[in-house]
């Protein structure tokens, strides 16, 4: 079951991740076509859309890592949760040139959580 105020409140780009999965056309997976659209039917064509804090602005989800608003704002993406880090204090793996945002007091606890682990990538900690 998809509970859609956590999405709505995280704002985790769920819709944005859905669509970029399933935009390569030569990607024949179909055990995660499935996944991705039992996703998308439990969110009932909810978007949950991400805005650029500068401008207000909707982020589009058209790379995993790094996001431009219709402004010209760049922001890098968090290789944990995808959200785009609109701070200038994240962390950054070792080994890759991926970041992860810090949590904030306002994070449910399973963001949290997520966001203390190694990089996804190569399993290095974080720093």
């Known amino acids: 079951y998809l509970h859609t105020w956590i999405a709505e409140n995280t704002s985790i780009p769920t819709r944005g991740v859905c669509d970029f999965l399933t935009s390569d056309e030569e990607y024949e997976d179909r055990t995660a076509r499935v996944l991705i659209g039992h996703v998308l039917k439990k969110m009932n064509k909810q978007t949950f859309p991400e805005h650029c804090s500068l401008c207000k602005e ?20 968090c290789f944990l949760t995808y959200q785009a880090c609109q701070s200038m204090i994240y962390r950054r ?20 959580r997520l966001l203390q682990d190694p990089c ?3 399993d290095s900690p974080v720093f």
């Open 58 to 77: 909707v982020l589009p989800f058209t790379d995993r890592k790094q996001v431009v608003c219709s402004n010209g704002h760049v922001w890098r993406r």
């Open 93 to 112: 793996c070792l080994l890759h040139d991926s970041i992860a945002r810090h949590s904030v007091p306002e994070d449910p606890e399973w963001i949290q």
């Open 120 to 122: 996804t990538f190569c």
